[in-house]
T-cell receptor, first 115, second 115 residues
Framework: AQTVTQSQPEMSVQEAETVTLSCTYD???????LFWYKQPPSRQMILVIR??????QNATENRFSVNFQKAAKSFSLKISDSQLGDTAMYFC????????????FGQGTRLTINP | NAGVTQTPKFQVLKTGQSMTLQCAQD?????MSWYRQDPGMGLRLIHY???????DQGEVPNGYNVSRSTTEDFPLRLLSAAPSQTSVYFC??????????????FGQGTRLTVV
């Protein structure tokens, strides 16, 4: 079974700083997708960024970028120029391309951006 | 465009009571799923459905039933509520198979407390 591990339960940085959230996963398969979701206090789950495992280039979305290391099974999220609105729970998630494509989540990292 | 609608948003049950969490989507998505979110454990898959009339178990199915009589609706039934089912429940929908542009859409969540 696939597993996703986020080893940082909580993180806190000052506004405008850069912060990196860690995620590792375990699978014996070669084709999959990885995601980062943001959950603000409103509880809404918001897709931040996705990465397709067959793409070597790291995905970027404005201030959000990932460092995808396939051999190491690592998928970290970097938030540049952090803003107060980035305060949220962040979840790393994984799904295989074949089969039932169940979305498997990590434990989450609670990120606080301080003014 | 309503997206994924969950009702109710909050619910308190007594141990042994039954109830149904409602989930409806208006995007004609084939794939629907239910997750529970607990502190330190991320989101865990309860049940999922790949289309009307087809359901399957996820990671934590015990104590929950589902059915899928229409494409739009995917209710989650708690047969005899237990304190261990105190959690936040999320319904999600998406197209059946993940491709480069597929996104899972989540409802606003239901906070359930069993006393």
């Amino acid at each position: 079974a696939q597993t996703v591990t986020q080893s940082q339960p909580e993180m806190s940085v000052q506004e405008a700083e850069t912060v990196t959230l860690s995620c590792t996963y375990d699978t014996s398969e070669n084709n999959y997708y990885l995601f980062w979701y943001k959950q603000p206090p409103s509880r809404q789950m918001i897709l931040v960024i996705r990465q397709e495992a067959y793409k070597q280039q790291n995905a970027t979305e404005n201030r959000f970028s990932v460092n995808f290391q396939k051999a190491a099974k690592s998928f970290s999220l970097k938030i540049s120029d952090s803003q107060l609105g980035d305060t949220a729970m962040y979840f790393c998630a994984f799904t295989l391309i074949q089969g039932a494509q169940k979305l498997v989540f990590g434990q989450g990292t609670r990120l606080t951006i301080n003014p | 465009n309503a997206g994924v609608t969950q009702t109710p948003k909050f619910q308190v049950l007594k141990t042994g009571q039954s109830m149904t969490l409602q989930c409806a989507q208006d995007m004609n998505h084939e794939y629907m799923s239910w997750y529970r979110q607990d502190p330190g454990m991320g989101l865990r898959l309860i049940h999922y459905s790949v289309g009307a009339g087809i359901t399957d178990q996820g990671e934590v199915p015990n104590g929950y039933n589902v059915s899928r009589s229409t494409t739009e609706d995917f209710p989650l039934r708690l047969l005899s509520a237990a304190p261990s089912q105190t959690s936040v429940y999320f319904c999600a929908s998406r197209r059946t198979y993940f491709t480069g542009n597929t996104e899972a859409f989540f409802g606003q969540g239901t906070r359930l407390t069993v006393v």
